[in-house]
């Protein structure tokens, strides 16, 4: 007879393990951020009808491009197209499959340009 006594090893639980892989993966999921976040300030454009001084240029933001006074140009090329433009007044039109991303990537090239002020034109 053995004077040692047999110690059996007790199978591994996995519930314990799946519940830390679930509470992990729920913080790490919560607290993540995928996609990028950009603050714009909106304000309400000047009476309709008013006459606008300087030039006025207009705009069209698609999915796939843009377009200023009718010149297709990329998002990259804009704030260089804009640079010789001093007290303008911009009129800005959105096609109907716009993201909300593309527009607000727009409208901070936009604001950087101090003397640049835009409207932007309501779907019909």
Excluded: C, H, W
Excluded at 26 to 32: K, V
Excluded at 79 to 99: D, F, I, K
Excluded at 109 to 117: H, N
């Amino acid at each position: 007879m053995s004077l040692r006594a047999r110690y059996r090893r007790r199978a591994l639980s996995m519930t314990s393990l799946i519940d830390v892989i679930f509470l992990l993966l729920l913080f790490f999921m919560l607290s993540s951020t995928f996609s990028k976040f950009s603050e714009v300030d909106l304000v309400a454009s000047s009476a309709p009808g008013s006459a606008a001084e300087g030039k006025v240029l207009f705009l069209q933001v698609a999915e796939e491009g843009l377009r200023l006074n009718a010149q297709p140009l990329t998002l990259e090329d804009l704030p260089a197209r804009l640079e010789p433009e001093t007290q303008a007044q911009l009129v800005l039109s959105l096609a109907p499959e716009v993201t909300s991303q593309r527009l607000a990537d727009v409208l901070v090239i936009l604001r950087a340009r101090p003397g640049l002020r835009f409207s932007i034109l309501a779907p019909s």
